[in-house]
């Protein structure tokens, strides 16, 4: 990973949405700044996903090692808040607050 900007729109079509004639919009976009001493690389983003039956909304806080060669495993911390919407009733809202910790090897 290192420091810059991801950004990934994409449209979807043909995804088996219940309902949502398989039309999905969604974005992600993502920027990495280095962090504590240039040790680390904090990447703060935010996303979309837009269908005929719901809307996703989405923020982001990852932080990860900025060089990971030097580790023996690369890792990474991540916290992601979410509200999701359902536009065809009036059910409530569903929020979520999701904490991963990832190490490859």
Do not use: I
């Amino acid at each position: 990973r290192g420091h810059g900007c991801t950004a990934l729109p994409r449209r979807h079509a043909g995804v088996g949405c219940p309902g949502s004639n398989g039309q999905q919009f969604e974005a992600r976009l993502a920027y990495g700044v280095p962090a504590f001493a240039d040790r680390f690389t904090l990447t703060p983003g935010l996303g979309l996903a837009l269908s005929p039956d719901s809307s996703t909304y989405s923020l982001l806080w990852a932080l990860a090692p900025y060089d990971q060669r030097d580790q023996g495993e690369p890792w990474e911390l991540s916290l992601q808040a979410e509200r999701q919407e359902d536009n065809t009733s009036d059910s409530p809202v569903n929020h979520s607050l999701k904490l991963r910790f990832s190490l490859l090897f």
